[in-house]
């Protein structure tokens, strides 16, 4: 199982970006899924996550400008990112708690994807 996570770049204050995360693998079920981001100096922290019923949470900073949602068929979530702020500057990382059956026994853990580092200019 993997996590890949794209989209990240830089980008001016008040513009948007939008990351995906792709998991593959032999994958039954991933409950929930989200993101997380570490700015320099930082420790990390949640920014916003989907379970598989569709609820959402989003940290306080990012309520109104961040948008999470996810693609079930494809595994895939997404966080679009509206009116970024230079404090929204990070890496950002997928994750996923992810359920497989590997020889017919089930197990659960979490997975993250590599990082996408965001940047924006003030």
């Known amino acids: 199982v993997q996590l890949q996570a794209c989209g990240g770049g830089l980008v001016q204050a008040g513009g948007s970006l939008r990351l995906s995360c792709a998991a593959s693998g032999s994958i039954f079920r991933i409950d929930p899924v989200g993101w997380y981001r570490q700015a320099p100096g930082k420790q990390r922290e949640e920014v916003a996550k989907?379970?598989?019923?569709?609820?959402?949470n989003y940290a306080d900073a990012v309520k109104g400008r961040f948008t999470i949602s996810r693609d079930g068929a494809k595994n895939t979530v997404y966080l679009q990112m509206n009116s970024l702020k230079s404090e929204d500057t990070a890496v950002y990382y997928c994750?996923?708690?992810?359920?497989?059956?590997?020889?017919?026994?089930?197990?659960?853990?979490?997975?993250w994807g590599q990082g996408t580092l965001v940047t924006v200019s003030s």
């Open positions: 994750y996923g708690r992810i359920i497989t059956y590997p020889m017919g026994q089930r197990t659960e853990n979490d997975y």
């Open positions: 989907i379970t598989g019923g569709g609820t959402t």
